[in-house]
């Protein structure tokens, strides 16, 4: 795989943030990782999986999980990283679409993996548990144990099938084809993460974030494929993150600006008291940052913030320097793949300064994508000339930096002017009161949809119409007051996944009720 010394550690888990084992931390090696992930794909060979078939993780980050994300790749097989916030049914729907034969899980899940083997789609012929015995699950320690820890006789390279999160209706795979080529390969994402970011075997890498997301997922196995080492956190921690950047001398990291958020909410002491001076990358990505934020954040740890745009879908993707940021606020930065273009709703072509539906024209050479079984939801994220889109809001400057909006599907149209939501949320975000943001659109009889938001407080005693005065005020003072909630209502947490995306559906239908069209 590398030419990492096998007693070199490969990954650490963090568990600091989990109360009942504060402190701990699990070491794997490099020896451990090979002969595990060898084992684990004997297996898998030995229950007839072969080039091109399916396997599927649903577990929270724990020190098997890298095993097994090794173990696809050197089997050629097709791996997906199931969220494990998912109930029976969800992950049973994947399972099912994803023609998985075999999944791997945790048993720290409890009743919901009862639930699931009672209905398991009839595809999947394996099921395997870590952590402890649940019933209908064979135990995968014991399932490895007689198995040699050699390669298999041949060893092809595998790829990740990761879905869609599903915001807007069911998750649908991203699929890629499957191209038969020995492991390791050089052309992997592990190599463009390599080439792309700097990582070596020098590089200590801090993952705070699940790994059934693409980011985290394909930078950890990047890191260990390059013979670093990964500290991987079991959930996020503001103030264990910056004691585990100390501990272990960390000098790059990926985080989401929520995690940036939640930072620069600690108290000063906590924040002050950490010694960060190995940090070299700090990487940001998944979500648009507040650009208060970023300041911030630039302010605290120094021109060390690297952030790019992109998707899982691929096609395209943007990247910009600190120092870059710093003379164009608010960007997400200029092209690093392929060609950007933004389309209005009828396809034509914007100018610079023009807002529209972000598209790129795939770069020479790289992989199309598909939506794995929904030939429909793949040609309406593509146009007529074959380029693509996630359906994200922006425009380009003069100068070809690109500034994303909103998601289309959350554009609100009041009295005929569409209102982007992200400009209320990231001025909310920053408020010394709030913790978290959504902002959208809700029906009004007179202007179609008027503008929304609903405000996860720091201190709930806090909420209430005195607050709701307060952020209204304050948002009016900042922006245009079209664009501005006309109400704030308070939730304890909002629906919010550790990557940072917002499932804003969930809060918006509480509004729209069952009405079948957003036209009032």
Known sequence: MNDAPRDKVAYVMAAGSVPERQGSETEVTFGELDDDSNRVAQLLHERGLR??????????????????VLAAARSGLYYTAINYHFNADE?????????????????????VLTELRANLPPVVESCFVVGGAVEGYEQLDEAIASLPAEPLEEQLEGSPMLYSS?????PKGIQYPNVRREFPNEMGMHSIIANGYGI??????????????????NFNTGVVRNGGTSIIMERFDPAEFLALIERHRVNVTQVVPTMFVRMLKLPEEERARHDLSSLRNAIHAAAPCPVEVKEQMIEWWGPIIFEYYAATEGGGGTSITADDWLRHKGSVGRTMLGVIHIVDEEGNELPPGEVGV???????????????????????????HGWTT????????EDGYLYLTDRRDFMIVSGGVNIYPQEAENLLIVHPK???????????????????AVVQPIDWADAGPELERELIAYCRDHLAHYKCPVSIDFDQELPRQPTGKLYKRLLRDRYWGDKTSRIV
């Open 166 to 170: 599903g915001t807007t209706g069911r």
């Open 358 to 384: 972000v598209y790129f024209e795939r770069a020479e050479g790289s992989m199309s994508f598909e939506y794995h079984k929904d030939p429909q939801k793949t040609a309406d994220a593509h146009d007529d």
């Open 91 to 111: 992950v049973a729907y994947i399972l099912d679409d994803s023609d998985s034969k075999a999944i791997f899980v945790d048993a720290s899940l409890g009743e």
């Open 51 to 68: 080039f091109g078939d399916h396997v599927s993780i649903f577990m929270p980050n724990n020190a098997w999980y890298m095993k097994l």
């Open 390 to 397: 996630v359906g994200d809001m922006g425009y380009v400057d």
């Open 434 to 452: 709030v913790m978290d943001a959504a902002v959208f659109g809700v029906p009004n009889a007179e202007m179609g949809e008027e503008v929304k």
């Open 200 to 217: 070596t075997s020098d590089t200590v890498y801090l993952s705070p974030a699940p790994l059934y997301h693409s980011a985290p997922l």
